[in-house]
């Protein structure tokens, strides 16, 4: 079997274009909705989670939940700048803390041999950063935030 000149032309063009499709998407898998980061990568978080969005509008910050098909919950916290200042999760398995943390997740990894542990849970506390995780039952939750990123008068307790 012979190819056309187009034929043979077109294959190495769609082979490059492949290529060019997986690197543009991988620079924007990049770009999400992580502690520190833009709430505007909202709709590639809740892409990447194959899951809803619902906002919920405060005072001094939005809280956005993405929820999955498999029951697991994100909520997001943006300021009214929309930078992100905290999230929270529940999920029925493991949670991608890297992709949550975001920049911040080095400085938990670091952070880790001095943390408050028991059997479920695991707690960092630092000047800038916060994150406490719990593993109960196969169930993982937890909550991390910049304690300076805080909006005026929003609570800890109210992250949830």
Known sequence: MTLSLTARCARPMLAWLGGAALVVLGLTGTARAE???????????QARANGDVHTTSFAAYDRHEITTLDGASIHEFADRSGQIFAVTWHAHGP???HQLLGAQYEKF???SP???KDLHHTSVH???LVVDVSVIMRTFSG???LPN???AGVAVQELR
């Open 35 to 45: 502690l520190g980061g833009s709430e505007f990568s909202l709709q590639l978080d």
């Open 95 to 97: 949670i991608d803390l």
């Open 109 to 111: 990894v670091a952070a």
């Open 114 to 116: 001095q943390a408050r």
């Open 126 to 128: 630092l000047p800038d």
């Open 143 to 145: 909550r991390a935030y």
């Open 149 to 151: 990123a805080l909006p």
